[in-house]
């Protein structure tokens, strides 16, 4: 977010820091993910590139979801590599996502298809109803 001060001209930055888990050997646990709604479901996406559905495994615990997972290194060299630049992660990932409304656990469903993970999340009927709460009235 940017947020400019007219008084004296400069201009301010604010950042959102992210701060992965490290695990044993210092390879990223983190993976990039979108949550949104619909008026019935839940979303999560997940870029997962070069993971095969095989090496991914999803499941809930009380109001989360878990993706977690392994990402294999893919060099395809039998000789010892020199690495000039490494900006992509590789080994276990894991992801919690706090989902803390009523959903139905056990339509949730998962599609992977080109490096992207999608899983849709059906909400419960009650999650769905708009109630509208009756106003008491009191002495006036």
């Known amino acids: 977010m940017i947020r400019r001060d007219e008084s004296v001209n400069k201009i301010y930055y604010t950042y959102m820091e992210i701060y992965p888990e490290k695990n044993v050997l210092g390879e990223t646990s983190f993976i990039m993910i979108d949550v949104y709604e619909t008026s019935e479901y839940f979303f999560v996406e997940a870029e997962l590139p070069g993971v095969t559905a095989d090496d991914i495994k999803i499941y809930t615990t009380g109001d989360n979801v878990v993706i977690e997972g392994t990402k294999r290194e893919q060099i395809e060299y039998s ?26 656990k056990k339509r949730i469903k998962a599609i992977y298809s080109r490096g992207v993970l999608v899983i849709q999340i059906p909400k419960s009927k009650e999650e769905r109803e708009k109630l509208r709460i009756e106003i008491e009235r009191g002495d006036d």
């Open 79 to 104: 000789g010892r590599v020199n690495f000039l630049c490494m900006e992509r992660s590789f080994g276990p990932f894991r992801r919690i996502v706090n989902i803390s409304s009523a959903v139905d």
